[in-house]
Structures are given as structure tokens and as C-alpha cells.
């Protein structure tokens, strides 16, 4: 009876551990994470992102930072975050993790934050902590947004703010060097949890319907903003915050460019047109492509460039798995390119990371379980190639799907949405 009631206390306590351990904010978790992570003479200093203006005194909408909001969820301007292994000197104790805001929002972050571990400051105190804690440090993680350089146009100079401000960091304090936060963050971004997986995962999902009402209005004499407007109303009204770039819609001519965003050309019977596009959910970006004919069928040309496409793509896919060298992807795609007769008619990589940002950190070494990709294996036959029949000419193709890798291969993220050329022309005459 001894060893069955110490049984049911083992098994109590640890069904307790499990518990507080979903329970833990993710956030609170992260910042955990990088303390862990931290020599003791380190620290890491975030600052948020500021408003940049559209025009006079009207701002674009604000997007925080992505090493912020990564660590914070916090969606403000003027914050500042530090993070500090040793701790800081507070009301007669040390602190590891202090966030600084504006006076008039203090009490709102303060209710954000939801962990005592995380102490709120008015960020008029930011000069006098740090007086504190630099001299303690040998390594400061500095984050610095939208001062990486200034141009100043008339005189022809660029002058480097970011790099003078690592100088007078390190001159104000000697044995002090100072890196740019990525360094520190962007391993602990690049494998993804389960709660910025399922982020993901919805705007995906946003993103597909977006989709799918664009093909539903595709049509000959009708606009590339046309589609643009469905694509993005179907996202928002399903609860994107917003695209998580400018979306892509090229037609035509404008197919084989991979980052048009103009979106003014009327379409014409008979083109293509490239829809590049995703929504942001929970601050993590979907990034998906389909290529679709303007009045939907494919010509005998056209089908061939995105069967292409999508056998490079699926044979892609089919190698993902953890410790794949990462520039095997794009061998795959160009042997299978080979192979249909597009050889070197891919200008772009196949894959990159996904995550807050559409182009995510992230070394490009090996695939990793966690990790997030894009595989977007393109053709792009210019109208001046004489290599290729007049047909194939002036035409863009590009397919693309967001993977997961998992530890037995991958997980295609966004299979739910056609891409074969007989699924899109069923879509588009529904």
C-alpha cells in the first residue's frame, strides 16, 4: 500500500509538472528559454519597431518587430526589452527580464504581460538600469530596427547609425562587444513550436480561401487589382491581421517577374497569371503560389510549364527530411527541370524559411524537425528566348506550398489547395 500511494503521488506531481507546463504563456516560455541559453555576462536589449509614415502624419499600420514580438506578443511602439542571465538590481533584488514602456500604456502592458517573472518599467528609467547592468556585461545582443543606415542624399554619404552606436557601446564600456540580436535569436526561431505551427497552419488556411475566391473571379478584361481585392477580403474577413507581404498578382508579361507588386495590368484571354500571395495570423505568415490561365483552360504549352512545376515541387517535397543537406533542394527541382526540358529556367532558390517573417531566419545548412519551409519551384521563359517555341514564350510559372518537416519527412501545410492543372481548371469552372 506504501509503494501504490507513493505511486499515485509520483504520477500526481507529474501530471502537475505536465499541466503547468501548457499552461505556461509561450512567450514567458521563450524568454526562458534565452536565459537559459545565455552566458552569465550576456544580455540581450530589444527595442520595438517605430511607425513608419505613408505620408505627413499618416502612418502605415504598425507591425511590431519580429524579435519582439517573438518575445513578447506585444504589439506597441516605444517598448524596450531586456533580458539579462545575472540579473539587474530592482527594488533590492535582481531581475532577469524587464520590459520598458511609455508612461500612458504602461498599465496595458502590464496587464499584457500576464508573468510575474517579467518586471514592467516606465521606460524613462531605461538610461539608469542600464548604467547598471552594462558595466557587468562582456557580450550585449542589441537589437536595433529601421537605424541599420541613413542616406543622406544630398552630400552622397551614408551614414551608418547602427554601427556608430556599437561603437560608442563598446568605447563607453571597455571588454563590452556588442552583436546584433539575430545572432543569439534566430536558432531559437528557426524550429517551430506547436502553438506558431497551428499560427501558421490557420494562416494558411486564410490563405488557400483567399485563393480560391480569386480563381472564382479570374477572367478575361478584369484587373490584377480584381483578384488582389478577393484574395485579401476573403483573408481579412476570416481574421487575418493583415498580408503578410504585398501581394504578388502577375499576368501576362508580369509572370515572370518573382516580385511584382504594381497589380495593374488588365488580363488578357489566353495568359497566365502568377498569384503570390499570404496572409499573417497571430504574427506567422502563410506564403503560397498558384499560376492559373485568365480564362480557364491552360493551353497545350501552358499545362506542360505547370506539370513541370509541380513534379519538381512534389519531388522536392518528397526528399524533405531532418539533416537533408538544404542545397539538395534546388538540385532536385533543376534535375527535374532537366528532365522536362526547362533546364536553368528557375532564377530563384526553392525554399526558404516561414515563420513571423515570410522570409524567416534561419541558416540555410540542413533541414531540421521543427523547422518551416516554402518549396516554390518556378519556369520563366522570357518572350525574347528563342530557345523555346513561340507558345512557351512570355510565360511565368511558379508553384509554391508551405512544408513542415517532421522527424520521419514532411508535412505539407497547405495540400488542401489544387495545384494540378485539371484541379485548377475544375475550381475555376465551378
Known amino acids: 500500500r506504501r509503494q501504490s500511494f507513493g505511486l499515485v503521488i509520483l504520477v500526481l506531481l507529474l501530471m502537475g ?11 514567458a516560455a521563450r524568454r526562458r528559454q534565452a536565459l537559459e541559453l545565455m552566458d552569465s555576462s550576456s544580455a540581450v536589449l530589444l527595442r520595438a519597431a517605430d511607425r513608419a509614415m505613408r505620408s505627413n502624419d499618416t502612418p ?9 514580438l517573438y518575445l513578447t506578443g506585444i504589439e506597441d511602439p516605444g517598448l524596450v526589452l531586456l533580458l539579462a542571465k545575472r540579473g539587474v538590481p530592482v527594488n533590492g533584488e535582481r531581475v532577469c527580464a524587464l520590459i520598458f514602456a511609455p508612461g500612458a500604456i504602461i498599465s496595458e502592458v502590464r496587464s499584457e504581460v500576464a508573468d510575474p517573472g517579467l518586471v514592467v518599467l516606465d521606460v524613462r528609467e531605461l538610461q539608469t538600469v542600464l548604467a547598471r547592468c552594462l558595466p557587468e556585461l562582456s557580450k550585449l545582443y542589441l ?22 552606436a556599437r561603437k560608442a557601446l563598446e568605447s563607453r564600456y571597455p571588454g563590452l562587444t556588442v552583436k546584433t540580436a539575430s545572432t543569439f535569436l534566430s536558432p531559437l526561431r528557426v524550429l517551430k513550436s506547436p502553438e506558431e505551427i497551428e499560427n501558421i497552419r490557420t494562416a494558411i488556411r486564410l490563405t488557400g480561401d483567399g485563393l480560391e475566391r480569386a480563381m ?9 487589382y480584381e483578384l488582389q481585392a478577393a484574395v485579401e477580403f476573403e483573408m481579412t474577413r476570416q481574421g487575418a491581421s493583415a498580408p503578410a ?3 504578388i498578382i502577375g499576368s501576362g508579361p508580369n509572370s515572370l517577374i518573382p516580385h511584382y507588386e504594381k497589380n495593374r495590368r488588365k488580363m488578357q484571354a489566353g495568359e497566365l497569371v502568377v498569384m503570390d500571395v499570404g496572409a499573417e495570423f497571430g504574427g506567422y505568415a502563410a506564403d503560397i503560389t498558384r499560376t492559373i490561365p485568365v480564362s480557364g483552360r491552360y493551353s497545350p ?59 524567416d531566419v534561419g541558416a540555410w545548412d540542413t533541414l531540421r524537425t521543427g523547422m518551416v519551409v516554402t518549396v516554390e519551384p518556378g519556369i520563366y521563359i522570357s518572350q525574347s528566348d528563342t530557345t523555346f517555341a513561340p507558345p512557351f514564350r512570355g510565360n511565368g ?25 485539371e484541379e485548377i481548371e475544375a475550381l475555376m469552372k465551378r
Open 301 to 359: 504549352e501552358q499545362r506542360r510549364m505547370v506539370q513541370a512545376a509541380v513534379a519538381a515541387q512534389d519531388s522536392v517535397i518528397a526528399v524533405v527530411r531532418p539533416g537533408l543537406p538544404w542545397a539538395e533542394l534546388d538540385r532536385v527541382a533543376n534535375r527535374v527541370f532537366g528532365q522536362y526540358g526547362f533546364a536553368g529556367k528557375m532564377n530563384h532558390a526553392v525554399s526558404h524559411h516561414l515563420g513571423i517573417d515570410v522570409h
Open 60 to 68: 502605415y499600420p504598425y507591425r511590431q518587430e519580429s524579435n519582439m
Open 143 to 164: 537589437s536595433a530596427p529601421n537605424v541599420a543606415f541613413v542616406n543622406d542624399w544630398v552630400n552622397g554619404k551614408s551614414l551608418f547609425l547602427d554601427r556608430d
Open 397 to 421: 510559372v511558379r508553384i509554391e506550398d508551405d512544408v513542415l518537416v517532421t522527424a520521419t519527412g514532411a508535412e505539407v501545410l497547405s495540400r488542401a489547395l489544387p495545384k494540378r492543372p
Open 245 to 247: 507581404f504585398p501581394s
Open 216 to 224: 472564382n473571379v479570374c477572367a478575361p478584361a478584369r484587373y490584377e
Open 17 to 27: 509538472s505536465v499541466v503547468s507546463s501548457f499552461s505556461e504563456d509561450p512567450r
